[in-house]
């Protein structure tokens, strides 16, 4: 009798004890949604929060995180967060070290993800230049998303950037990289906007005068209008 009043008392436990993870885990998703949302409508509407509002959705990812430790989404929409309160000067520039560490914690929680990747490689890029950490980075996307246009395209956006300062393996990726973007028109003008724009177009328009991969583009309207129109 005293054995099946434990067990039923621990099974009871045991449900309450699960009921209030999974409680604690779905208003972690509830807020995330909702934090998502509205950044979103930011980005899209072009808005501009007050440093209240911002601080107020700031706080409420915070609490996604601290509810559920083991979701990579929350960690790369928080460090977004930060990051953009950073560049808006509602947080300390110090701040970046922790954006750094929860995308890490995002990688780690989920390394196969690409984006977190490439968010890192971004943001290291910007912090300490093309250094090897920065391309530790880029093999990480690489790897995890070889046939990603989003990869792709950042690769070569950030490769781009530190033009002057590329190696031979730099430049080994980079036209990798350039070629895997070159099956689309669409996406291979996205590139050569972003390269004109950095007055890098000659290096591009060389590959697709001469390299034989290149002649859907050499046959499109964007060799004439970026590479025939710069010589």
Request: proline share 3%.
């Amino acid at each position: 009798m005293l054995a099946s009043r434990i067990a039923t008392v621990s099974l009871l436990i045991m449900t309450l004890v699960a009921s209030y993870f999974f409680a604690t885990m779905a208003l972690a998703n509830a807020k995330y949604f909702y934090v998502t949302g509205i950044v979103n409508a930011w980005y899209i509407n072009k808005e501009d929060p007050t440093e209240s509002r911002y601080v107020s959705i700031r706080d409420i990812m915070q609490s996604s995180v601290e509810n559920d430790k083991g979701n990579p989404h929350y960690y790369v929409t928080l460090a977004n967060i930060i990051d953009w309160g950073i560049y808006k000067g509602y947080e300390q520039k110090g701040r970046v070290r922790e954006v750094k560490q929860l995308l890490k914690t995002a990688s780690l929680l989920r390394p196969s993800w690409p984006n977190t990747w490439v968010e890192l490689a971004r943001l290291n890029s910007r912090e300490q230049g093309l250094n090897d950490e920065t391309f530790k980075y880029l093999q990480q996307a690489v790897e995890s998303g070889p046939k990603s246009y989003f990869v792709n395209y950042a690769v070569v956006e950030i490769l781009l950037l530190h033009w002057q300062e590329l190696t031979p393996k730099h430049k080994t990726m980079f036209y990798s990289q350039l070629k895997l973007t070159s099956f689309r028109p669409s996406r291979m003008g996205k590139v050569l906007k972003f390269a004109k724009s950095q007055q890098l177009v000659k290096p591009i328009c060389l590959q697709i005068t001469y390299d034989k991969h290149y002649e859907n583009i050499k046959s499109s309207w964007l060799y004439g209008q970026y590479c025939e129109s710069n010589g």
